[in-house]
């Protein structure tokens, strides 16, 4: 499903609207209206998509708005809708998304909202597992059972939990934790078991229960309001360094140093972090949760941090040194704020099982299901005794069975044969002591398995919405194929166009000029003018530092660096590169140096070397060529007025 992400984050809501009907038409396409309530939801729901800010004005999106109703055109004048393998992909497309709409709300709901209660609250607890497994034998289910019964008795007569759990417990992470689990909320641990942490109160061990794991006890230790998120910056300096003169403890207390003496955190982070990704932004990580992150010495460094602005002391991780600073921390919203993102979670959880058992139920009324009252009774007696014990019963349909009716939904009939051949796969299901249960049983879980197909297969039938999703997906999936067709393919086959695209372009691919040189930084322009003189007389790094940086302050930097002439992080606008010792120029309200080594001249890349690039920006120019011959065939006709009343609603 990946590979036709990027045609749905622009695409994938312009066909969401045509379950609305409308007489206002916004324009008319080759024929084809647009209603301006169409246009309005697209508008609303992607200008936060979009970029370039000068396509955020109604007019400017309206071009992009046509250029998309005329690529779905095309594509169904291809006749791109009758392709086996799109066929095939919507298919796919719909296995997927339909389970979005096979769900309970009344369920959904008290789920998400004790959900919303353990978000907000953490609990801390420690285990013990005995383990078996979903299919094992009576036998060894009740040995497993005896056992965890038997470390519970033994800790509520009062010997301590960590000991029992070192004997007892088959996590294999018990031997040397004693079964704690430190603190968690919801959605860290299985349903079940987070359930039984929740709901056990702290210092008490809650009766044995099972997962698919096997059984276990908990004790919660303590519960505590949660941390929320939070968004840090940071300057790390990596344990492994490239440039081996550089010691990343010593550099990270420089830094730290020139943080106290008043220097600015952002600027630091941009010279120095070797987290490139945060550096460009001055430090700044994206907002996380606790126990989000690898690093649980980071994540307890960062949440200790009291005001905003206040940074620590540096401290080590397992990824390198760090200076971390607070910029925001967010408590948990409100539920109204939270309840979108916990249902998504709460449908992807096994506690989703409550709602689909719930949905069964509503499905059998919705339909009005009822099963023929003879339809047990007569599998239990076509099941032989000796048979239904060895699990091996041969269903053989008898006459008039592959037309009697064990229930319909409207005109499709649900036979005695459908269910006959059901029960002979699933007859060696395990847990029935008895043939009448198991056909019981098995018959009720057949059932719903039918009425929940048949609703699956008529869905667009019931529910209005997902008829307008699957229109929505049924375009995007043809965008795809239309520009595989038009533009993808045809930039990967011409070979001579492609040849000649990069001969007419090529300085585009340009290596630019490089340099290798020791950029030395200070705050104060004399030092640096100092430093020069210094290094003219031959004197080294440690002997420039051991001068410069005196009273247990830190005055300059030095980094060795293999850059572009042209990346202005590091290089100011009028340096010219050359060989030796630069003079001191400003640089982002302090001063720099440059003491450069090599040259490495600017150089055309082969077409070999930058294939993919030029291909990808080949692509965008078949693509551009090709709209454009698209847009003079066409006869599109914008009604001025509409478009004017829908933009004032706007201000």
């Known amino acids: 499903m990946i590979k036709y992400l990027h045609v749905f984050l622009l695409l994938a809501s312009f066909s969401l609207c045509h379950a609305q009907e409308t007489t206002d038409v916004l324009l008319i396409i080759n024929g084809q209206d647009v209603t301006v309530d169409e246009f309005k939801a697209v508008y609303l729901k992607n200008i936060s998509l979009v970029q370039d800010d000068s396509q955020k004005d109604p007019r400017s999106y309206l071009e992009l708005f046509k250029e998309y109703k005329l690529k779905v055109q095309e594509a169904y004048a291809l006749d791109l809708h009758k392709k086996p393998a799109y066929i095939k992909e919507l298919s796919g497309y719909r296995t997927q998304l339909i389970k979005n709409y096979l769900t309970d709300v009344e369920v959904t709901e008290s789920l998400v909202k004790e959900a919303y209660d353990r978000t907000t609250t953490e609990v801390k607890a420690r285990h013990i597992l005995v383990k078996v497994t979903p299919d094992a034998s009576p036998s060894d289910t009740l040995k497993a059972y005896t056992k965890i019964i038997q470390a519970r008795d033994r800790i509520e007569a009062g010997e301590d939990f960590q000991k029992i759990a070192k004997t007892y417990s088959e996590d294999p992470s018990a031997a040397s934790n004693g079964g704690e689990l430190g603190w968690f909320k919801a959605f860290k641990m299985v349903y079940a078991f987070e359930s039984a942490a929740f709901l056990t109160i702290p210092g008490q061990v809650s009766k044995p229960f099972k997962t698919r794991f096997g059984y276990h006890i908990v004790q919660t230790t303590d519960k505590r309001q949660a941390r929320g998120a939070i968004q840090v910056a ?13 010691n990343p403890e010593k550099r990270i207390q420089e830094i730290y140093a020139l943080l106290e003496q008043g220097t600015s955190f952002e600027k630091l982070a941009q010279t120095h972090s070797d987290d490139k990704r945060s550096a460009v932004k001055g430090g700044i990580l994206d907002r996380f949760e606790s126990g989000q992150l690898s690093s649980k010495i980071f994540e307890n460094k960062v949440f200790n941090i009291k005001n905003q602005n206040d940074y620590t002391k540096p401290f080590k991780s397992e990824f390198g040194w760090h200076i971390a600073k607070l910029i925001k921390k967010y408590p948990i919203g409100s539920y109204e704020e939270e309840r979108n993102a916990l249902e998504e979670k709460v449908k992807r959880d096994n506690r989703s099982k409550q709602i689909s058992d719930t949905l069964q139920s509503k499905l059998r009324t919705y339909y009005n299901v009822k ?5 047990q009774a007569y599998f239990i007696s076509r099941i032989p005794d000796a048979d239904f014990s060895t699990k091996k019963w041969k269903y053989t349909p008898q006459k008039n069975e592959e037309n009697e009716v064990a229930f319909k939904i409207k005109d499709t009939v649900f036979s005695y044969k459908s269910l006959g051949e059901y029960l002979e796969r699933f007859q060696r299901t395990s847990g029935y002591a008895t043939k009448d249960a198991f056909v019981k049983d098995q018959t009720f879980i057949w059932t719903n398995k039918m009425i929940k197909q048949y609703h699956e297969d008529h869905l667009e039938e019931a529910d209005p919405e997902f008829n307008a999703l699957m229109r929505e997906y049924r375009e995007g ?10 533009v993808w393919n045809v930039a990967k086959t011409d070979t001579v166009g492609l040849k000649k695209y990069f001969q007419e372009h090529k300085e585009v691919y340009r290596v630019p000029e490089t340099v290798n040189m020791m950029m030395i930084t200070a705050s104060k322009k004399g030092t640096l003018s100092r430093i020069k003189k ?17 009273d247990q302050k830190v005055h300059v930097l030095f980094t060795n660096r293999k850059v572009a002439v042209t990346d202005t992080t590091y290089i100011v606008s009028d340096f010219k590169p050359s060989k030796g010792i630069s003079k001191v120029y400003d640089y982002n309200n302090d001063y720099v140096l440059y003491n450069v080594t090599e040259v490495i001249p600017s150089q055309l890349k082969t077409l070999e070397e930058t294939k993919g690039i030029v291909i990808n920006d080949f692509q965008k120019e078949i693509e551009h060529n ?16 509409v478009l ?3 933009i004032n609603t706007l201000k």
């Open 234 to 246: 940071h300057i790390m300096l990596a344990l492994k360094q490239t440039d081996t003169t550089l």
């Open 371 to 375: 099963e023929n009252s003879n339809l």
């Open 477 to 486: 999936l043809l965008l795809f194929e239309l520009l595989e067709t038009k």
């Open 534 to 550: 210094l290094l003219q007389k031959g004197k080294t790094r440690e002997e420039i530092e051991k001068t410069i940086n005196t």
């Open 626 to 641: 090709w709209l454009q011959g698209l847009k003079e065939k066409a006869d599109i006709r914008v009604n001025e007025t």
């Open 644 to 646: 004017n009343r829908f």
